[in-house]
Structures are given as C-alpha cells and as structure tokens.
C-alpha cells in the first residue's frame, strides 16, 4: 500500500532506516560487528553508562520492580515519582514541578493544556522549534503564528497586533538541530512588557549551560510565574523522561488537563532513580562540564580551521553545513567509512541539509583528531 510512497522518499535520497546498535551507547558504539566513534548522541556528559547511575538504578529495581503498571493518576507513580519532582523543583527554584514520560510526551501534553480550550490563546513559535512542540501547538488548537527564527522585533510586532486574551511565546533554548541559543534575556524582556507567557524547552540546555541549571540560570533570570520550563533526562541527564517546572497552579492544572500525562503508564521506578542520580551529579560535578566545553571548542575551532561552516552553533550541537543531500549522504558515508558515526540530517527534519555533531565530555582527544583528520580528508577531494 505504501510501496510507491516508499519508492519516492529513495528517489529523493531521503529514505531513513534504523541503525541497531549492538553496544551500550556511548562514544564508542558497535553497529554490524564494527566500532564507530560515536558523534551523534544527546548524552552530552557522558551518563548514560554512568555507574553511580546505573547503581541507583538497580537498587530501585530491586525495590520497584520494573513496570509502573498505571497512570500516576491510577497509583502507577512510587514515592520515587514525587522526590524527582521535589528536587526538580528546588534545582530550577520553581514552586513545583512534574515528570513526564519523555519531552514529547511533555510538549504535546504541556502546551495544548496550557492554551486555552476557549479559543482565546495565541501561540507563537520560532520557526526552528522541535517537532514536539510543533505537535503540540497543532494539538492544542489555538491560532498559532510561526516567527523568524529568533527574532525578537518579529515577536514583539506580532504581540502588538494580535488580540488574544492569552498570549504564550514558545522557544527551545538550545536549537536541536543548529545548536544556538535562544535570546531569552531580550525575549522575557518583551514578555514582561507586553504581558506574555514564556514558555521554554530547556531539553538540550539542562547540564550544560547556567552551571547545568539550563537556559534561565545562562540569562541570570528569574524563575518567574510566567515563565513555564520545560526540559528533558534523556540528553544531558543519560536518562529518559522529561519535566515541567513552573507555579504549583500550572502543575495542578496540567495534572488534570495533559492527556499525555493522564493517560499513559508511568515511567519505572528504576528510570526515575537514574534521573535522581544525574541530578545529583550535574549538581556537584564541574569536571564534566567543563570537559564537555573544551571538547566542543576543539572540535569547532579545528573545524572553522579546515573550512567548515558551522552554521552558527554556540553549544555542544556542532552542524556542518553540506549544501545539497547528496553531498551531506557523500559526507556521513565517507565518515562511516573511516569508522565515525555521525549522522546526515535531511529535509524534512531541517530545511538545509547537514551533518550534525554532538561532542560530548567523553570524547577522547584522539576521537576529536578521527573526526577532523577524516573531515579534512572529504573537504580536500
Ligand atoms: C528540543 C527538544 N525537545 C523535545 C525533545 C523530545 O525529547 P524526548 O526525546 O525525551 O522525547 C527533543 C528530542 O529530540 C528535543 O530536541
């Protein structure tokens, strides 16, 4: 039924498959018997084979059992469920917060409770946003206007001319795809002025930027009611799941209103502990932030060196720009070749093509040096 379909996304070279590793993820990972050095994972600290983490994960196992077996609403939650969000919360200084199952399941679910079902919201969202918090702005069904990428003299006219009786400006805080960082401090200025809500998705910047505290703690702003946060444990934290941190009546409400909180099993209570156990360790350790930093600008210095456009990145997410997909599949295909993995990312994910790097704090110095050299190798040919 879906041949022809599937016959066209080949023809246009955007056909995607699923790569099964046969390793723990990591920097090193193994895919069909071979090892790669691994440039496209989130786990940007390196904690996803942490041992402290993987040790409270096994305690909670042990306690637990695996499956939540419910909704939080049904009794699917532990008191594990309840301690994550009160560290949470002390850790982003928000009145409350609220676990969710993953940072789709957080933007689909936050962002259509939050708009009002009366019609009367208006959303605007960065052209550039991720793909969930697209989902959920089309989920929520409130007039929703797209502005340029960043700009904040674009948000502020369309906050003029609109009437809504409530009005929420949504943004990541670090782009998923192009690695800059929204200009929070400008935009929560105009917010402030123009009685908006703003809410972020802190998923790429929560342990890596603000000492680890995400986007806000970068900016030095204020937790303020208006300000709702959302973020991830599945990048920066080597976990799984995700959160919503903002005024306890948001979270209340949100409990009661967001379907994809609602309506889904919990998260293991051995899921929940390894989010814990990362908290713990962005919150006390320096040394692999610090690290994660020297690698990015190693790699980012030695790629501007050898003439690659790195499209603006200020972050650990390093895309090279490649022009046309059949360059990008030429680039990642000679980069597999040479035993690095780092994926070609296409329209429809993106407008322009790329390759996109994560550097992480385990990258080793020699895996940097893989990269470049084998960059270096394509760019001369
Ligand atoms: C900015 C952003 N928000 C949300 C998500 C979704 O998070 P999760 O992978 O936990 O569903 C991602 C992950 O790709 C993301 O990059």
């Known amino acids: 039924m879906f041949l022809e379909k599937i016959r066209q996304l080949r023809e246009k070279n955007i056909f995607r498959d699923l790569i099964d590793r046969e390793s723990p993820q990591g920097t090193r990972i193994t895919l069909n018997g071979r090892e790669y050095i691994n440039f496209s994972s989130n786990d940007y600290l390196g904690l996803a084979t942490h041992s402290y983490i993987i040790d409270a994960a096994g305690k909670a196992l042990d306690i637990y059992g695996f499956g939540a077996g419910a909704s939080r609403l049904l009794a699917g939650g532990s008191a594990l469920h309840r301690g994550l969000e009160e560290k949470l919360a002390q850790f982003k200084d928000t009145e409350s917060a609220l676990v969710f199952n993953s940072g789709y399941a957080a933007n689909t679910g936050i962002i259509p409770s939050i708009a009002d079902a009366d019609g009367d919201t208006l959303l605007l969202s960065d052209e550039l946003n991720h793909a969930s918090i697209i989902d959920g702005c089309r989920l929520s069904k409130a007039k929703t206007l797209v502005y340029e990428h960043k700009n904040v003299s674009h948000i502020t006219d369309?906050?003029?001319?609109?009437?809504?009786?409530?009005?929420?400006?949504?943004?990541?805080?670090?782009?998923?795809?192009?690695?800059?960082?929204?200009?929070?401090?400008?935009?929560?200025?105009?917010?402030?002025?123009?009685?908006?809500?703003?809410?972020?998705?802190?998923?790429?910047?929560?342990?890596?930027?603000?000492?680890?505290?995400?986007?806000?703690?970068?900016?030095?702003?204020?937790?303020?009611?208006?300000?709702?946060?959302?973020?991830?444990?599945?990048?920066?934290?080597?976990?799984?799941?995700?959160?919503?941190?903002?005024?306890?009546?948001?979270?209340?409400?949100?409990?009661?209103?967001?379907?994809?909180?609602?309506?889904?099993?919990?998260?293991?209570s051995c899921v929940i502990a390894a989010s814990m156990a990362a908290m713990e360790i962005i919150e006390k350790d320096t040394v692999l932030r610090e690290k994660l930093w020297s690698n990015r600008n190693k790699v980012v210095n030695s790629l501007k060196d050898i003439g690659y456009d790195c499209m603006g990145s200020e972050t650990p997410i390093v895309p090279i720009k490649t022009g046309t997909v059949e360059n990008t599949l030429r680039i990642s295909g000679h980069l597999f070749k040479h035993g690095i993995f780092a994926p070609a990312i296409r329209p429809p994910t993106v407008k322009e093509s790329r390759i996109r790097i994560n550097v992480t704090a385990a990258h080793t110095d020699d895996d940097i040096e893989r990269l470049i050299e084998a960059l270096k190798e394509i760019n001369n040919q």
């Open 158 to 268: 369309l906050l003029k001319r609109e009437n809504a009786k409530k009005k929420i400006i949504i943004t990541d805080t670090i782009f998923s795809m192009d690695g800059d960082i929204a200009p929070l401090d400008e935009m929560a200025a105009v917010c402030r002025r123009l009685d908006a809500i703003l809410y972020i998705d802190d998923a790429h910047a929560t342990g890596v930027i603000g000492n680890g505290r995400g986007a806000l703690a970068h900016f030095n702003i204020k937790p303020e009611p208006w300000i709702i946060q959302m973020g991830t444990f599945s990048k920066a934290l080597g976990s799984l799941g995700a959160f919503l941190a903002g005024s306890s009546d948001i979270v209340q409400w949100t409990i009661n209103n967001a379907r994809s909180f609602m309506y889904s099993t919990a998260l293991p």
